[in-house]
């Protein structure tokens, strides 16, 4: 019994000394908004309407209506990634294809999954979002990084899929 709480407790120091902690979840009575930001090239996930979703400049300034601004609902193995604006993020197929991407709906749901990201390029440690449909696949910043990027799904560790969770005030 000593050596499972010796061992617990050296995974949870190391998964909190690489910044691993989960972003909160969103309730009904408490919503925490964040900015998804791909550690690589630092862009966000913007909601551009029904279908579309694209990398975009952080626009900070615009907070209270922003369409960069997403809440997480559920557990980190089954959460919904909403936006401001009531859109879902969602997985547009029913497996990896090149022709196939992450998109925003109003009536389509996501089921999605945060899983620790293995990618050591960045100093912080980040997730990886990913959907049933593509199984050890994650959330990528398609054909490069940077802003007006679609997202397609890569292999899990890759480091165009590293994201972070940034609150509304920067945090």
Request: glycine share 12%; aromatic share 12%; proline share 2%.
């Amino acid at each position: 019994m000593k050596k499972f709480f010796y061992c617990l407790l050296l995974l949870t120091g190391f998964l909190t000394a690489h910044g691993q902690t989960l972003p909160t979840f969103s309730t009904d009575g408490a919503e925490t908004w964040y900015f998804v930001q791909f550690k690589n090239g630092k862009a966000v996930l913007g909601d551009q309407g029904d279908g579309i979703l694209r990398t975009e400049l952080a626009q900070k300034n615009q907070l209270q209506e922003s369409p960069q601004l997403w809440k997480l609902v559920g557990t980190k193995d089954n959460f919904e990634l909403i936006s401001k604006e009531g859109r879902h993020v969602y997985y547009n197929g029913t497996s990896f294809s090149n022709d196939n991407r992450f998109a925003a709906s109003s009536a389509q749901t996501g089921n999605l999954k945060l899983v620790a990201t293995t990618n050591s390029t960045y100093r912080a440690a980040g997730w990886e979002i990913s959907a049933p449909q593509v199984s050890g696949r994650g959330m990528n910043q398609w054909q490069g990084a940077g802003v007006g990027k679609q997202l397609g799904a890569w292999d899990l560790g890759d480091g165009g899929n590293a994201v972070e969770f940034v609150t509304e005030d920067g945090q």
